[in-house]
């Protein structure tokens, strides 16, 4: 029996409070736990050394002895969960509190305890001290490999394994040098780049202009969502060890923020891609350790951009759905255990500092698949009702302000009441001829919450939401949803965010893209890349992923 089994049973039977002595025989602790007297002694043992228990042998054949316990069973099975976690099993831990523990202050206290164990720690060793950082991720992590990834989290990632030829610097909003430290072009068609010599990837192989080339063209023959993004090059080379040649069909004057996204992270030519959870680039932190329970990062102490502060970066893998158990949105589990530790000596305490993430949360309607979506008025309806700003106070959680677009722009003001909006969103809903049958929308575990709160809202205006999960599976970077008429998601941008907005637009993967019809994709993608072959100073490309957006917005194709 496991030990939290021996100590259940007894103290089920045993129905005292703790600390009350309790006399029994050491047979009748064998006949409950269907043990011999000898295996009785050592399960009791076994209680002993995890001090849940006192034991005071009766003196004398057939004499009872003494039980005390010192804990409840629920008291229990905390210092079970406390000690899985301390092994690195942190989603069985929290298995073991939602299974057995409904005692509020218990979980509260668990939850206390756990938060103190994230955030940024000092590990004193010898003469030195070891700096770790420890995050919780609710969110599954995918894949590792730059052409793959499909989410925020996975790309911010791969920018801290890999590196870029270019870098962009969102401060000053320019391109910077990365491992190329020169460039040189020739009317945006013709490019050179220089690399650094001296950079070494992980495993000890210096990076050199051979690993970019087998970079560039694994992107160019592999299908990848991302391959939108070196379809104009027409030819790559190498002259020598450092300098690569690349050629384009048109000219690009954009192309340097192709070269600083992290799907054109530079791998080594032989890439351990047999080995995609160790994942092996030249970027500031190496994977040390990828399996069920964590993701481990150590800091490269030969990064060419110098070395990082903090030596280690635990991601804690929290892949359930528990955000039952903590009773906060499940991205933050409790904010404040992130925020720096202060130290003792004021002048040397960190500072925590907040900002707000580029991006927003939305719905996409599939416009490839009937439905009553179909109907722009039944859109119309349900962006009437969300766009109020009653809705956004409706969820409780504090970082959250109402997205007018997909970038944090000013939001409208607006006078009426939240009864007004619903009067006129089943006034459209009434003209659309929706029937009442039910409407798919597919989102992640992540997003239940918002799922189940828009579902609640669309049916005080008549509109019956069937919520479904996306289940994403690792060798699927997009699961199918080709039933979903309405997707929930949220977009994390890039700090380059027109680079952002691109890949929204012509990455085939993006729901957006997914959702509008092939005309609609072919009308957008030609605008844009019309643009890209314009001279330098025709109109800002912002300017017209701006237009695009303005006019979706109003075809209410995405809220």
């Known amino acids: 029996m496991q030990v939290y089994e021996i100590f259940e049973e007894l103290r089920k039977?045993?129905?005292?409070?703790?600390?009350?002595?309790?006399?029994?025989?050491?047979?009748?602790?064998?006949?409950?736990?269907?043990?011999?007297?000898?295996?009785?002694?050592?399960?009791?043992?076994?209680?002993?050394?995890?001090?849940?228990?006192?034991?005071?042998?009766?003196?004398?054949?057939?004499n009872s002895s003494v039980i005390i316990f010192h804990i409840t069973i629920q008291e229990m099975y905390v210092e079970v969960a406390k000690e899985k976690v301390k092994n690195g099993d942190i989603n069985g831990s929290l298995r073991i509190i939602e299974n057995n523990v409904t005692d509020l202050f218990l979980k509260n206290d668990f939850f206390q305890w756990l938060n103190q164990l994230y955030g940024v720690h000092s590990d004193e060793k010898q003469d030195d001290t070891v700096h770790i950082l420890r995050v919780p991720m609710i969110k599954e992590i995918g894949s590792l490999d730059p052409i793959l990834t499909t989410c925020g989290i996975e790309a911010h990632l791969v920018k801290h394994i890999f590196d870029t030829l270019v870098v962009f610097n969102p401060v000053q909003n320019r391109i910077e040098p990365g491992l190329a430290h020169f460039w040189e072009t020739k009317?945006?068609?013709?490019?050179?780049?220089?690399?650094?010599?001296?950079?070494?990837?992980?495993?000890?192989?210096?990076?050199?202009?051979q690993d970019v080339l087998y970079t560039f063209q694994r992107l160019m023959k592999q299908h990848s969502l991302y391959s939108w993004i070196v379809r104009d090059i027409i030819q790559i080379?190498?002259?020598?060890?450092?300098?690569?040649?690349?050629?384009?069909?048109?000219?690009?004057?954009?192309?340097l923020h192709y070269l600083a996204a992290h799907p054109l992270s530079i791998l080594p030519e032989k890439s351990n891609l047999h080995e995609p959870l160790l994942p092996i680039g030249t970027g500031p932190f190496k994977v040390i350790k990828n399996d069920t329970y964590k993701l481990i990062f150590q800091a490269n102490n030969y990064h060419y951009a110098?070395?990082?502060?903090?030596?280690?970066?635990?991601?804690?893998?929290?892949?359930?759905?528990?955000?039952?158990?903590?009773?906060?949105?499940p991205d933050v589990f409790?904010?404040?255990?992130?925020?720096?530790q202060h130290t003792e000596q004021k002048e040397r305490a960190f500072r925590s500092a907040s900002k707000i993430e580029n991006g927003c949360k939305l719905i996409t309607f599939n416009l490839n698949i009937e439905g009553p979506h179909q109907s722009k008025l039944f859109r119309k309806a349900m962006n009437i009702l969300l766009q109020s700003i009653e809705i956004v106070r409706q969820?409780?959680?504090?970082?959250?302000?109402?997205?007018?677009?997909?970038?944090?722009?000013?939001?409208?003001?607006?006078?009426?009441?939240?009864?007004?909006?619903?009067?006129?969103?089943?006034?459209?809903?009434e003209k659309s001829g929706y029937k009442g049958q039910p409407v798919l929308l597919y989102c992640s575990h992540y997003h239940v919450k918002d799922a189940i709160l828009l579902q609640k809202i669309c049916?005080?205006?008549?509109?019956?939401?069937?919520?479904?999960?996306?289940?994403?599976?690792?060798?699927?970077?997009?699961?199918?949803?080709?039933?979903?008429?309405?997707?929930?998601?949220?977009?994390?941008?890039?700090?380059?965010?027109?680079?952002?907005?691109?890949?929204?637009?012509?990455?085939?993967?993006?729901?957006?893209?997914?959702?509008?019809?092939?005309?609609?994709?072919?009308?957008?993608?030609?605008?844009?890349?019309?643009?890209?072959?314009?001279?330098?100073?025709?109109?800002?490309?912002?300017?017209?992923?701006?237009e695009i957006e303005q006019f979706l917005l109003k075809e209410f194709a995405f809220i």
């Open 395 to 429: 969820i409780d959680w504090e970082d959250y302000s109402p997205a007018f677009s997909l970038l944090d722009k000013v939001i409208p003001t607006t006078k009426k009441f939240y009864s007004d909006y619903k009067k006129v969103a089943i006034q459209y809903v």
């Open 187 to 209: 009317d945006h068609i013709d490019w050179t780049l220089y690399l650094r010599k001296g950079v070494f990837f992980h495993d000890g192989k210096e990076c050199s202009a």
């Open 306 to 329: 110098g070395r990082p502060f903090l030596d280690k970066v635990e991601l804690w893998k929290i892949v359930e759905n528990n955000t039952k158990l903590t009773g906060v949105r």
């Open 334 to 340: 409790q904010l404040e255990k992130l925020v720096l």
């Open 13 to 62: 039977h045993f129905n005292e409070n703790s600390e009350v002595p309790i006399s029994v025989t050491l047979e009748t602790v064998g006949n409950l736990l269907a043990c011999s007297k000898r295996n009785a002694n050592f399960a009791l043992k076994r209680l002993l050394d995890k001090n849940w228990i006192t034991w005071k042998p009766g003196r004398g054949r057939g």
């Open 237 to 255: 080379s190498h002259l020598n060890n450092w300098t690569i040649k690349i050629k384009l069909f048109k000219s690009n004057p954009y192309f």
């Open 459 to 546: 049916q005080e205006i008549g509109i019956n939401i069937e919520v479904r999960l996306i289940e994403k599976k690792k060798d699927a970077p997009y699961p199918k949803t080709n039933d979903a008429q309405i997707i929930l998601f949220e977009c994390l941008f890039d700090h380059d965010l027109t680079f952002s907005l691109l890949d929204l637009y012509l990455t085939e993967g993006s729901y957006i893209r997914r959702h509008l019809p092939p005309n609609l994709v072919s009308d957008i993608e030609n605008r844009i890349t019309t643009h890209f072959h314009c001279p330098i100073n025709s109109p800002k490309l912002k300017d017209v992923l701006d």
